[in-house]
């Protein structure tokens, strides 16, 4: 079974930095592109960026382009974001998306940016 | 950028009907598109690919159709379990989603 377990959201102050990850299990993740998809409260969803398989081709949105990096580890299944000088705009859900196609997810971890 | 609008937002429908969401891609987007449910609290759940096709597991009163720009979900006999948002996403240049279609009980 495929499964996606995010973890690292907590409560960040502005301007500050905080590193996601997301656990693989139940597929062969090195063959996988990955993304990171997230939705503030009460809003829609919004993707924000993308990995291939071999790392070798990255996106991202606009809005958090120079600011987040992703990244991935196959030799240990995991999937990473780097989040840096965060924004009350950041607070969201954050969750980790197989492929482009988007057909699993995890589960979600809150990032709350906030004095 | 790719921009999708989804309409209508809001729909109040009752159990039994069918119910048809529209999705419009700002331009030719072929058939990378996807729909997807979402329930309060939990993760979006992928319904169907490339347009029409129905992903594994999928109950087939889940439909999809169009391409290029126009494209359109459909439920055709709408069941308690399916109240709730719904989203299309394309993926022909980077990853956009639409609004979301909030379906409530009437």
């Known amino acids: 079974e495929v499964q996606l377990v995010e973890s690292g959201g907590v409560l960040v102050q502005p301007g500050g930095s905080l590193r996601l990850s997301c656990a693989a299990t139940g597929f062969p993740f090195s063959r996988y592109e990955m993304n990171w998809v997230r939705q503030a409260p009460g809003k829609g969803l919004e993707w924000i960026s993308y990995?291939?398989?071999?790392?070798?081709?990255?996106f991202y949105s606009d809005s958090v382009k120079g600011r987040f990096t992703i990244s991935r580890d196959n030799a240990k299944n995991s999937l990473y974001l780097q989040m840096n000088s965060l924004r009350a705009e950041d607070t969201a859900v954050y969750y980790c998306?197989?492929?482009?196609?988007?057909?699993?997810w995890g589960q979600g971890t809150l990032v709350t940016v906030s004095s | 950028d790719i921009q999708m609008t989804q309409s209508p937002s809001f729909l109040s429908a009752s159990v039994g009907d069918r119910v048809t969401i529209t999705c419009q891609a700002s331009q030719d987007i072929d058939t990378f598109l996807n729909w997807f449910q979402q329930k309060p609290g939990k993760a979006p759940k992928l319904l169907i690919h490339?347009?029409?096709k129905l992903q594994t597991g999928v109950p087939s009163r889940f439909s999809g159709g169009g391409s290029g720009t126009d494209f359109t979900f459909t439920i055709s006999s709408l069941q308690p379990e399916d109240f709730a948002t719904y989203y299309c996403q394309q993926y022909d240049t980077l990853l956009t989603f639409g609004g979301g279609t909030k379906v409530e009980i009437k």
């Open positions: 490339d347009a029409s």
């Open positions: 998306a197989r492929t482009s196609r988007l057909d699993s």
């Open positions: 990995i291939s398989s071999s790392s070798s081709t990255i």
